[in-house]
């Protein structure tokens, strides 16, 4: 297994560990009768990440961005393993990102307050202001939405990591072909002689 396979898995295992954590709270906004008591679990919890020091954002943020940049580099190699694992893991892993930008911060903005935690630099360009605040059903709806992606991310990030071991499967099971073939070749040789 090589460096940019580890680093795959290592995010990969670690975003998974975060979407473990989440569902927490998320298990009863999805499978179970909704309460009042699982809403404002829910939003305690997020918020607690949302107004998280700037560190833990970032740390997040690189764990999210590493894997994408480590299929880059090992699908450089362009040969068919690459293009079918690897690249199907970028597809994979761009539909978490994707999912993170357009689901998962719009949700929090929408039933969380504005941050009053101050970093100086941001990924996202800030929002504009709302002109009228959300109402309480949109509310649960963006937290309930934001559990559901947090499902997929954690299905999507399952498919990359076993794409990542189907590779390493693979290359073994090709070795291992490849010294048979080559035992049957030099006894034929030896048999000749």
């Not at 298990?27 to 700037?54: C, H, K, M, R």
């Not at 039933?111 to 800030?126: G, Q």
Request: hydrophobic share 45%; with cysteine; net charge negative.
């Amino acid at each position: 297994m090589g460096f940019s396979q580890s680093v795959v898995l290592g995010s990969c295992s670690f975003l998974l560990g975060m979407v473990f954590v989440c569902q927490v709270v998320d298990i009863p906004l999805l499978y179970q009768p909704v309460t009042d008591e699982a809403i404002q679990n829910a939003y305690t919890f997020y918020e607690i990440w949302y107004e998280s020091p700037g560190a833990v954002k970032a740390l997040f943020h690189v764990a999210l961005g590493l894997p994408l940049i480590a299929l880059l580099v090992k699908l450089h190699r362009w040969n068919e393993s690459a293009m079918f694992f690897d690249g199907s893991s970028i597809a994979m892993h761009l539909a978490t990102i994707i999912l993170y930008l357009t689901v998962h911060i719009q949700s929090l903005r929408t039933f969380l307050p504005d941050s009053t935690v101050t970093t100086s630099y941001s990924i996202l360009p800030t929002p504009p202001p709302r002109e009228v605040p959300p109402t309480e059903s949109e509310k649960v709806e963006a937290v309930r939405v934001l559990s559901a992606a947090n499902a997929l991310v954690g299905l999507l990030t399952l498919g990359v990591m076993g794409m990542q071991i189907g590779q390493e499967y693979a290359r073994r099971q090709e070795e291992k072909e490849q010294r048979e073939i080559d035992r049957k070749i030099i006894e034929g040789e030896n048999k000749k002689d």
